[in-house]
């Protein structure tokens, strides 16, 4: 695991984006696995930059996402395909025919044979990934067991408590998401996390501890081959992370 320290949000946004934009200069066909939430807004604005400004090229990229809420159709300002429309795909050429967010409504045994189908073929090059307080990876939440394909999770208190701050009330945060499985997001060739917020404890686990922990879903990264941790230097300090 390679860990790479930034000085603050918009440089682990800028060295986020150096490695999208190393595989999408030297495969232009790629197939990038996405994510939503907050730690990766910066480094899709940078990418949607270099796209602008330097001419970097999303014509031939496909995109799979990790997840959808349940109960959220994706017109719906906090559904992931909303997210990914308003934060990358309307900034960058990238066709949106050739990107994919599960649906969250409708028949969701049907939705996720289709994900599993589209897991199936896709060969991601790259898994973007951010992390939960609690260690989630998507919305694989800790437990005994994981699972390997995509599935439907209900989701922690915990998950519900921190996802609440892009809602009216907490009880409008849906209770149930569909998520790639642990599976999925490994068999990724590459993964890149960043690691921005609130997130001591999963950042301590993973990067101080040499245990791999269901109860803590972002310790598998450990076992990745070619993963890439990028963590600002202010959380790296506070858990004593010396790189
Ligand atoms: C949600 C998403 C996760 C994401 C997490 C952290 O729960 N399903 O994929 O990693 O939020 O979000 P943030 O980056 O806003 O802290």
Redesign the pocket.
Known sequence: MKVIIAKDYEDGARKAADIIEKIVREKPDCTLGL?????PVGMYQELARRCREEGLDFSRVHSVN??EYVGLDGTHDQSYRYFMDTNLFNHINIDKKNTYVAKGTGDIQKNLKEFNEILDHADVDIQV????PDG?L??NEPGDTLWDGAHEETLDDS?IEA?KRFFASKEDVPTHAVTMGMGNIMRAKRLLMII??NKQEAARRLLMEDRIDPRCPCTFMRMHREAYVVIERKLADEIGYKG
Do not use: E, K, P, W
């Not at 994510?35 to 730690?39: N, V």
């Not at 990934?129 to 939960?132: P, T």
């Open positions: 994510a939503t939430g907050s730690s990790l997840d990934l951010g992390v939960g989630h998507g919305f998950t996802n921005s917020g």
